[in-house]
T-cell receptor, first 112, second 112 residues
């Protein structure tokens, strides 16, 4: 399968713990995006990379959130000191700048 | 905020055409209309995009009005597997701006 993959698919953590998610984009795509989706809402943009450069960050990306894309390949999204309000589906997408963005299956985070 | 307006829900009989409307009255000259859909518990899936001409691919057809203020996504022969939330999004094609701005979309229910 050559689509976007995300790991883990599900994560349950206790409030205050740190979590890290991984996204592997489609190999030839130089753009990578992170979104967050809560129940009943459309996805909300978090951040965007072109190659290894982080070009945009949403106001939703608080200081507790950090994203990296070393060497312009896979990306990680870390949430420090998780809060119950962080519970959501975290979606990763990639594109080549043409056509549309291709989304992964998402990581569902539950903060207890 | 999303630049598009869609009905919150629609029903369609299996085998019939599903016509999903979208209003985007403030669309700019260099903005394209994109359609995505999200099947329950999956990441969004790109369907089609267009600027001003009607477009067709293996999944759907996109009809854009001459003034570009509205469009219709057509699924010619809806199946039960087309039940999903459909999002209409306007954005610059391949632009430096990374993110897609999702609204709440239209929940399409295809019924037997």
């Amino acid at each position: 399968d050559t689509g976007v993959s995300q790991d883990p698919r599900h994560k349950i953590t206790k409030r205050g713990q740190n979590v890290t998610f991984r996204c592997d984009p489609i190999s030839e795509h130089n753009r990578l995006y992170w979104y967050r989706q809560t129940l009943g809402q459309g996805p909300e943009f978090l951040t965007y990379f072109q190659n290894e450069a982080q070009l945009e960050k949403s106001r939703l990306l608080s200081d507790r959130f950090s994203a990296e894309r070393p060497k312009g390949s896979f990306s990680t999204l870390e949430i420090q000191r998780t809060e119950q309000g962080d519970s959501a589906m975290y979606l990763c997408a990639s594109s080549s700048g043409q056509v549309g963005q291709f989304f992964g299956p998402g990581t569902r985070l539950t903060v207890l | 905020d999303a630049k598009t307006t869609q009905p919150p829900s629609m029903d369609c009989a299996e085998g019939r055409a599903a016509n999903l409307p979208c209003n985007h009255s403030t669309i700019s000259g260099n903005e394209y209309v994109y359609w995505y859909r999200q099947i329950h518990s999956q990441g969004p899936q790109y369907i089609i995009h267009g600027l001003k001409n009607n477009e067709t691919n293996e999944m759907a057809s996109l009809i854009i009005t001459e003034d570009r203020k509205s469009s219709t996504l057509i699924l010619p022969h809806a199946t039960l597997r087309d039940t999903a939330v459909y999002y209409c999004i306007v954005r610059v094609y391949g632009g430096s701006q990374g993110n897609l701005i999702f609204g709440k979309g239209t929940k399409l229910s295809v019924k037997p």
